[in-house]
T-cell receptor
Framework: DQQVKQNSPSLSVQEGRISILNCDYT??????FLWYKKYPAEGPTFLIS?????DKNEDGRFTVFLNKSAKHLSLHIVPSQPGDSAVYFC???????????FGTGTSLTVIP | DAGVIQSPRHEVTEMGQEVTLRCKPI?????LFWYRQTMMRGLELLIY????????DSGMPEDRFSAKMPNASFSTLKIQPSEPRDSAVYFC?????????????FGPGTRLTVT
């Protein structure tokens, strides 16, 4: 059973606009959430994370929002750039660092 | 640092053959993870090592799968015998697991095709 879900397999956005990628989870024990970006033929690379004690974390063009009551997190990329075109995975862990659950990914295409 | 190194990058084998995937984690990282990526299930954690000791192998799908970490710089994932449904991309990741940060560093993956 998928404990972390990314219900949108793909997303297309115009360059310069905002990209919003969504992720839902079911396990209330999850304490730490991460977003990874993956290019073809490469492994995922860490992008940004957030602890459950926060509801927002920002790093440059990337912001992650966490809504614990809704068990929902989102990644905002603004402004979107063509180089952001990749598959984005969200992941969650119960803050023990030894069990990670990934979503199935959302393929983002930023159109120049 | 060279990052996490995996070999081979591609493996094509026939059903019933033994397959061994290799991983060299980043020096100084004390945690190592093996993942399998499929279209249907995304990234699934197979097994996790901490300080070379297997901590949780509940994600290993069957007894045909085994993993070892004989030292801090090397790990293997073995499938014996392999089956077509094992075809996937297998990733190894390492993590320093320091300071409450759970960021993982992934290798480039091994694409396994079992015919």
């Amino acid at each position: 059973d998928q404990q972390v879900k990314q219900n949108s397999p793909s997303l297309s956005v115009q360059e310069g606009r905002i990209s919003i990628l969504n992720c839902d989870y079911t396990n209330s024990m999850f304490d730490y959430f991460l977003w990874y970006k993956k290019y073809p033929a490469e492994g995922p690379t860490f992008l940004i994370s957030i602890s459950s004690i926060k509801d927002k974390n920002e790093d440059g063009r990337f912001t992650v929002f966490l809504n614990k009551s809704a068990k929902h997190l989102s990644l905002h990329i603004v402004p979107s750039q063509p180089g952001d075109s990749a598959v984005y995975f969200c992941a969650a862990t119960p803050n023990t660092g030894n069990q990670f659950y990934f979503g199935t990914g959302t393929s983002l295409t930023v159109i120049p | 640092d060279a990052g996490v190194i995996q070999s081979p990058r591609h493996e094509v084998t026939e059903m019933g053959q033994e397959v061994t995937l290799r991983c060299k984690p980043i020096s100084g990282h004390n945690s190592l993870f093996w993942y399998r990526q499929t279209m249907m299930r995304g990234l699934e954690l197979l097994i996790y090592f901490n300080n070379n000791v297997p901590i949780d192998d509940s994600g290993m799908p069957e007894d045909r799968f085994s993993a070892k970490m004989p030292n801090a710089s090397f790990s293997t994932l073995k499938i014996q015998p392999s089956e077509p449904r094992d075809s996937a991309v297998y990733f190894c990741a390492s993590s320093p697991q320091a300071g409450g940060s759970y960021e993982q560093y992934f290798g480039p993956g091994t694409r396994l095709t079992v015919t």
